[in-house]
């Protein structure tokens, strides 16, 4: 059983940075796409991105494109999200995901784990 625990969430200020972990236990993270959703008060769940450690290759939502970074650690097997340059509608929480490798957006989530809560604010 996967089990994925994000950490590194908390409250900072717009244009300042946040780096989000995600630990994977269970499986080493290059037999899924590991990837990051959010969802924030009143809105839908929005994928946001997705990373297949082997390819190399990330997507990534056009609203955090050149802004955020994904990453991942295979000795740790953590992946990481990097957020620059935040803004307030980045509030949210976020959650991590492990989907198979055919899916490149993580669309289809098979583990998710508990997420963690992000506030954007001045």
């Known amino acids: 059983q996967l089990q994925l625990v994000e950490s590194g969430g908390g409250s900072v200020q717009p244009g300042e940075s946040l780096r989000l972990s995600c630990v994977v236990s269970?499986?080493?993270?290059?037999?899924?796409?590991i990837g990051w959703f959010r969802q924030a008060p009143g809105k839908e769940r929005e994928g946001i991105s997705c990373?297949?450690?082997?390819?190399?290759?990330?997507y990534y939502m056009y609203s955090v494109t050149g802004r955020f970074t994904i990453f991942g650690d295979r000795a740790k097997n953590t992946v990481y999200l990097q957020m620059n340059r935040v803004k307030t509608e980045d509030t949210a929480v976020y959650y991590c995901?492990?989907?198979?490798?055919?899916?490149?957006?993580?669309?289809?989530?098979?583990?998710w784990g508990q997420g963690t809560q992000v506030t954007v604010s001045s």
């Open positions: 990373l297949h450690i082997n390819l190399k290759t990330a």
């Open positions: 995901v492990a989907a198979p490798l055919n899916e490149p957006q993580c669309a289809r989530g098979d583990y």
């Open positions: 269970g499986s080493p993270i290059e037999r899924y796409n």
